[in-house]
């Protein structure tokens, strides 16, 4: 990945628990953007935190931001088997060229 | 509302053949960007126009070219194709400036080379 690693790369749980992805990234950055993809579908925007933001809620997401360690997470909470999907993490530069570097995503299996 | 369109959904080509993919983002957005995506891998930043100049460049092979059109809709061109390439290529687009929001991106197109 050009960017870095998100943990875990595999993530199996049933309806109703609760899903948390992690991300690491290498540069400085303006804003860190998770999305979601169906498989072999197009990428799906879920939320995005800009680098001067700890922490951002939209509906059963939660994001944390923490630059000091150049990490984010991800929180599904009372996830539904509709949220099987893969879930990446992705930075935009300080360059503010706009190109986003994905890590290397999250694959997430609800169990009904 | 009005989706970044891509063409073709599906594409088969051969060894050496040439694909041009097709990319026409949200209206006023004046910023195009194209990915490429393997087989299980994350998407890879190939290159990017605003105002359809080249704004910035990734790791896109020099057989690939693209370019945006004054209707700020974008075409990647793709000539002397190989095996590796066959891939889903994303087209996203936005608004220049401070990236405070997400980006918009097109359903893909799957190209298979043979």
């Known amino acids: 990945s050009q960017q870095g690693e998100e943990d875990p790369q595999a993530l199996s749980i049933q309806e109703g628990e609760n899903a948390t992805m992690n991300c690491s990234y290498k540069?400085?950055?303006?804003?860190l953007q998770w999305y979601r993809q169906n498989s072999g579908r197009g990428l799906v925007h879920l939320i995005l935190?800009?680098?001067?933001?700890r922490e951002k809620h939209s509906g059963r997401l939660r994001v944390t931001l923490d630059t000091s360690k150049k990490s984010s997470s991800l929180l599904i909470t009372a996830s539904r088997a509709a949220d099987t999907a893969s879930y990446f993490c992705?930075?935009?530069?300080?360059?503010?060229?706009?190109?986003?570097?994905f890590g290397q995503g999250t694959t997430l299996q609800v169990k009904p | 509302a009005a989706g970044v369109i891509q063409s073709p959904r599906h594409l088969i080509k051969e060894k050496r053949e040439t694909a041009t993919l097709k990319c026409y983002p949200i209206?006023?957005?004046?910023?195009v960007y194209w990915y490429q995506q393997g087989p299980g891998q994350d998407p890879q930043f190939l290159i990017s126009?605003?105002?359809?100049?080249?704004?910035d460049k990734g790791s896109i092979p020099d057989r690939f070219s693209a370019q945006q059109f004054s209707d700020y809709h974008s075409e990647l061109n793709m000539s002397s194709l190989e095996l590796g390439d066959s891939a889903l290529y994303f087209c996203?687009?936005?608004?220049?400036?401070?990236?405070?929001?997400?980006?918009?991106f097109g359903s893909g197109t799957r190209l298979t080379v043979v």
């Open positions: 996203a687009s936005s608004l220049q400036g401070p990236a405070n929001y997400g980006y918009t």
């Open positions: 935190i800009r680098s001067n933001e």
């Open positions: 209206p006023r957005h004046d910023t």
């Open positions: 540069t400085s950055i303006n804003n």
């Open positions: 992705a930075t935009g530069g300080s360059s503010n060229t706009g190109k986003l570097i």
């Open positions: 126009f605003y105002e359809k100049m080249q704004s």
